[in-house]
């Protein structure tokens, strides 16, 4: 198991970073006060898809290291 916790540090860490990243793009379009709405809207709903996207990756790629399927190129 704790051969587990070890492969499971870099996707923690790439994922928050990601997320932190997305959420900020998302923020710094709704603080521009020049942009329109609409505008606003799309370029904040696309940052928060990608964040959840990227969510939905680490969670499948948990599932994979904790099934034992640590090697992603084992299957090619």
């Not at 704790?2 to 379009?29: E, S, W």
């Not at 609409?38 to 990227?54: D, E, G, H, Q, R």
Request: glycine share 6%; hydrophobic share 55%.
């Amino acid at each position: 198991m704790k051969n587990h916790k070890k492969k499971m540090i870099a996707p923690v860490i790439i994922t928050i970073l990601f997320v932190i990243y997305y959420f900020g793009i998302a923020a710094a379009f709704c603080m521009l006060p020049e942009i329109p709405v609409i505008i606003k809207i799309v370029f904040t709903v696309v940052p928060l898809a990608l964040a959840a996207v990227m969510i939905g990756v680490f969670i499948s790629r948990i599932k994979e290291i904790k099934g034992g399927e640590e090697d992603d190129l084992s299957k090619y």
